[in-house]
């Protein structure tokens, strides 16, 4: 083997194996490292031929063992990852045998959701107030001494929604409901933020050779409800030029006061007024297939985008790749009721559509539906391709909503 690049915690199906085609287009040797499970359910939906390697958790003292076997095995150029919970073990692991990466210190800020938010404060740049509790008295004496607004309760570090409550009016009873939510280590500290009127977008992106890349900004929405579930993705969205070059001006901003020089990067922001308010930023490619739309919007490999530069004798291109739209990419997740499935209707049609890039379904009858509370709790979704942006938009409803679920 010759110029091997490991993925750490990458056994994901939904990414996995376009980063392993990718990697191996430019000639790279691939090494996989992640959980049993991951490993398996990796392999019953995508298999790949590659060496594999099982760890029993991605802390970085569990998994350094392995690493440093692997590394005097193999000629390794590089560790990357794709998956939230491995940044910050993945930057360890680079920065302990000299790959690149972005630094440790920069990954831990942005993973906690409170430092960063006060690094960009310092920078002039719009946050809302935010505060961090350890315990639900400390959250009980700040919504009293801030009666009658709006709030969002959530957790330092985690993501897909999980753990994300809204506190209307400063009510005690959804501090409660919300403090419930979190799991106990995430009680021991949370954090508590002003809601933002506003319109959700995120921006992706990728470094090249240290220059931040703008692939376009994703448009978002969210499912009703209380929770903050979301349910469809637009990419490119139709933002006005003047715009969009204004939200790339804060993120060149906000990438620069925290750190980030490598890799790829997903940024949360709202449209307020006229105010840009970056939320929370990510050193790894959108999920919910937001990595998906970006590729065929673009045309642009996004993982081959990365690795390119692990590669040592690789002379830095004159220019970055330029950034252009070949059509717009929807990402709808279909909407099913609770309760026990009994059948599932309309799927098989919707797969032969022409529009269609994948119609994804994570569950089957005999399963137990609950209530969609975070992410992780969706049930599939439909990815749609066309050239117009509003066209594309429609036919991703109409597909999903020709899912039909059977439930008791």
């Known amino acids: 083997m010759k110029n091997v690049l490991i993925l750490f915690g990458c056994a994901s199906h939904r990414q996995g194996p376009r980063a392993i085609a990718q990697a191996h287009e430019l000639g790279l040797e691939t090494i996989l490292i992640d959980t049993p499970e991951n490993l398996n359910n990796l392999a019953i939906k995508a298999p790949q031929q590659i060496p594999v390697y099982p760890i029993a958790s991605k802390q970085y003292e569990d998994c350094l063992p392995l690493l440093e076997e692997i590394c005097a095995r193999f000629p390794v150029i590089g560790i990357y990852t794709f998956e939230e919970y491995s940044v910050e073990t993945c930057a360890r692991l680079c920065e302990k045998f000299g790959f690149a990466n972005n630094t440790t210190a920069a990954v831990q800020q942005i993973r906690n959701k409170y430092l960063c938010r006060q690094m960009l404060a310092r920078q002039g740049l719009p946050q809302p107030l935010s505060c961090l509790f350890s315990n639900l008295a400390q959250a009980e004496h700040f919504l009293h001494a801030h009666p009658a607004e709006d709030w969002i309760l959530k957790p330092v570090d985690a993501s897909g929604s999980q753990g994300v409550s ?27 933020e002003q809601f933002i009127e506003g319109t959700e977008f995120s921006l992706e992106g990728f470094f090249h050779y240290g220059e931040a890349i703008f692939q376009g900004v994703t448009e978002k929405s969210l499912k009703p409800g209380g929770a903050f579930v979301e349910d469809m993705h637009v990419f490119p969205a139709a933002l006005p030029p003047d715009t969009q070059n204004r939200v790339y001006e804060c993120a060149e901003k906000a990438l620069r006061c925290v750190g980030l020089t490598f890799g790829h990067f997903h940024l949360e922001f709202w449209l307020a007024d006229e105010h840009i308010i970056i939320g929370e930023m990510h050193c790894r490619p959108g999920g919910d297939y937001i990595h998906l739309l970006t590729e065929t919007a673009t045309r642009i490999p996004t993982y081959a985008a990365v690795f390119q530069q692990y ?42 559509s022409d529009d269609i890039l994948l119609a994804e379904m994570t569950v089957k009858p005999g399963d137990i539906i609950p209530p969609c509370t975070d992410s992780g709790k969706r049930v599939g ?7 117009k942006g509003n066209h594309a938009r429609q036919t991703a409803m109409e597909m999903a909503a020709h899912v039909q679920f059977d439930v008791i």
């Open 166 to 192: 809204r506190i209307r009016n400063s009510a005690r009873q959804d501090l409660h409901t919300a403090y419930a939510c979190l799991t106990e280590p995430q009680q021991q500290s949370f954090i508590i």
């Open 311 to 352: 590669l040592s004798t690789q002379t830095p291109p004159k220019s970055p790749p330029e950034i252009a739209y070949f059509c717009t990419a929807v990402v709808k997740y279909f909407d099913a009721p609770e309760g026990r499935l009994v059948a599932i209707g309309g799927l098989e049609d919707v797969r032969q």
């Open 381 to 387: 979704c439909v990815v749609v391709s066309q050239e």
